[in-house]
């Protein structure tokens, strides 16, 4: 199967959108993730053998359920507020109720370890700002982790945000790792759109799109003047090769950015 690196993903009647799974043509990501829509009152239940799972919250309000533990959590928009998130290890039934509309993504995993439910919240993972003033101050961004291997050493995954603000650059300076990685768009208009660079390739980003980086591949991209742009980013370790931000190997064309005077 022809391996494909943009999706322009719709949500089924039943609203769940696919982004990549272990089958389908982004099978290179090595993760199942999807989006789902849920109207008030809908409940969802999730269960997997073999598997990790990740439930973070987009937009609206919750009840986690889990562990014989109900947490209710409110997010107006990934605008606004921080990330809620449950990382679950394989064999952990979840159920979500919606107590709203809701917008849901669920990242999951081939994992066997056993590791204690954890619900990240936004104090878990700050939003802090990176590259401030450098490049002309046009790669300014928000970002947060909600974990990676150094705060979750039993997870297969990384799981993190990013908020562009208008114009601005993220993934910048061009960069590449060996691990694969996905990026999943939101915008806070309708018309929002950026640019997502796969090496020599060009995509537009609109709301719901996603990115799928493989290995090694260069991957800058940029949001247009006007529009915030949201990406949850999503990478997976390799066995023996996890990611870490010293995997993050920047192009050599150009380090030189770093010492410019703009």
Known sequence: MEQKLFGYP??????????????????????DVRVYQMKENEVRTFYREGEESAFLLLSGKIEYRYDDQVKEVYRKDVFTDGPYALHVCTGVKVEIQALSNVLLLVQRTKNDTVFDCKLYTPE??????SCVGKFGNVAKRRVNTIFDKDIAPWSNMVLGEVLNDPGNWSGYLPHRHPQPELYYFKFDRPEGFGASFIDDQVFKSVDNSFSAITPEALHPQVCAPGFQMYTCWMIRHLDGNPWLQSTRNEDERYIWLHNANF
């Open 10 to 31: 719709d949500f089924d009647e039943n609203g769940e959108e696919i982004l990549s799974t272990y089958d389908n043509e982004y099978s290179d990501m090595m993760m």
């Open 124 to 129: 878990d993972a700050p939003w802090g700002y």
